[in-house]
């Protein structure tokens, strides 16, 4: 139990996919302009981070580790398919995606309008695959592996928001005009991310 | 005070509009007020009809800071002679302190009113009073035995990319002295931690005393907080430490006058302290009762008089551009202040002092605190009307 609170709290704050590995970047400093927008692409990203890697784990242990094809039949036992891990992770998000496209067009279509084309792009936001890749690295377990999805989601989202509500604030300052727009973003998440290092060094 | 009137009347028309040196015309103009009351009025923004300008507003909190800076001189003095077990009186003490500390608060302010001047001169925007505050600050929280170049990179880069990228005072994010401290923090660490709270320059036929130990009470409590100082010495400031953070009574005095004068919100430093404590109260409860000497422990009115809690609280967090701007908003943001810096504090071993940190983290959250303190209101509103 305390190994779950503490794989959590690490994957939102202390290895947060955005500030400690910076991956997922281009939805981040593009959707970051306004909060509401945000929102909806940080709870998108939660969602489909929520559904892939769980799945991706079942794929993981039953499909593609050494052995895991066993239960077909024992002539089985010693396939061992993880090079196919890449693809298949993908596909999974791939398809997660298309779900979430057609739930966020039936029931939030101005969200759908705004996110344009940086919905489907969640198919490759690295900070999904990255979630899924991790899992695989560290071995987690079945429940770890839920705990940190989740938290990896959350960790953008708060990324995400915590930007786009910077972003607002400054909509006011007088910025340089060659660093207007992307140029601003990326100095000010290096900022953030250098705030952010406060929580490096916790144990968990 | 005639000549230097003369003097700068004489320039004047050097500087004005169509002639040759107009460039320079905003790098005149803050030489001029800042030697004499201009006689010219608000053109743009605000017409609020108050004696409280951005330069008053300036001028309050470097005298709030300066209680803080005085007892940092002594104190620098003080625990020199102490290391080296000598005898010394008050004005030893203020010499050594002012041939130390001095020389890192000009090195401060030059490096950055240099990027200042440069970007008025470029971008043509006058010279704000902002960077007279930021450029005490900055020395105040560093250790006295910082090399001086350092002191100015961290000056030019906080300038830099701290506030003139936004577009100069009022239109940053983030505090500009934590900014640079968080900088030299990161990017030189064997200067900014270890044993160098104490100014151990040599003397002539004296030796380091063997009681002497560099720690600072953070490093203390993080193994056995029974062997703190009395809570009496850590609130006058007799410890090592930053060179303006140590004493709690001088911070305090600078919090009577920022309040009194309206610069500095009560709402932040009064729920700083009230987080600090409260969480402080709850690591007691929930401290292992087999291990007494577990950080957890530490008496939750030490966080207050430990490090710089009580620096950071009065001058740092009160920074009207990066905090809250709300009223709700601030004391949420105060609240999670103290919470931070006190579990950062008992549970980050990498960062014994977590004042700095904590206060740069919630600069970045209150942007979204003041949103959703907005959004609920103009809810509530709706719903009532």
Known sequence: MENLLGIFVKSIFVENAIFAFFLGMCSYLAVSKKIKTATGLGLAVIFVMLLTAPLNYLILTYMLKEGALAWIHPSLATVDLTFLAFILFISTIAGAVQLVEMIVEKFAPALYSSLGIFLPLITVNCSILGASLFMQEREYNFSETLVFSVGTGIGFFLAIVLLASIREKLRYSKVPEPLQGLGMAMIITGLMAMAFLSFSGIKL | ?385
């Open chain 2, 1 to 385: 005070m005639k000549l230097a009137r003369k003097l700068v009347d004489s320039v004047k028309p050097k500087f004005a509009k169509g002639s040759k040196l107009e460039k320079y015309h905003y790098l005149f103009d803050a030489f001029e007020t800042f030697l004499f009351v201009p006689d010219t009025t608000t053109k743009n923004g605000v017409h609020v009809r108050d004696a409280m300008d951005l330069k008053r507003t300036m001028l309050m909190v470097i005298i709030a800071l300066i209680p803080s800076m005085l007892f940092g001189i002594w104190n620098t003095g003080h625990q020199h002679y102490l290391a080296f077990g000598m005898e010394s009186s008050f004005m030893d003490n203020m010499i050594f302190g002012l041939i130390k500390v001095l020389p890192i608060i000009v090195v401060s302010y030059a490096a950055g009113l240099g990027v200042e001047f440069l970007f008025s001169i470029t971008k043509g925007h006058p010279v704000s009073e902002g960077y007279l505050v930021t450029g005490l600050l900055i020395p105040l929280t560093l250790p006295v035995t910082v090399p001086l170049w350092m002191v100015a990179l961290g000056a030019v880069f906080c300038t830099l990319l701290g506030k003139e990228i936004f577009g100069g005072t009022g239109m940053n994010f983030m505090n500009p002295a934590l900014l640079a401290r968080a900088f030299m923090f990161f990017a030189f660490p064997a200067f900014m931690s270890g044993d160098i709270w104490t100014d151990l320059s040599p003397e002539v036929g004296h030796q380091v005393v063997d009681a002497f130990s560099g720690a600072t009470n953070l490093v203390v409590f993080d193994t056995n907080y029974a062997s703190l100082p009395s809570a009496w010495d850590m609130f006058m400031g007799f410890e090592q430490g930053s060179i303006g953070e140590t004493s709690v009574l001088a911070c305090l005095i600078g919090a009577v006058i920022l309040i009194v004068s309206g610069v500095g919100s009560w709402r932040i430093i009064v729920s700083i302290f009230v987080g600090g404590y409260l969480m402080g109260l709850l690591m007691n409860i929930l401290a292992p009762a087999d291990n007494l000497a577990h950080a957890m422990h530490t008496p939750a009115h030490f966080h207050w008089l430990m490090g710089s809690f009580a620096f950071g609280a009065v001058f740092m967090a009160t920074d009207p551009v990066s905090a809250a701007q709300t009223n709700t908003g601030k004391i949420i943001y105060g609240l999670l202040i103290g919470i931070m810096i006190v579990v950062l504090r008992v549970f980050n071993p990498a960062y014994p002092e977590a004042v700095m940190l904590t206060i740069l983290l919630l600069n970045v959250f209150a942007p979204i605190i003041d949103h959703i303190v907005v959004e609920r209101h103009i809810k509530t509103r709706l719903k009532n009307a």
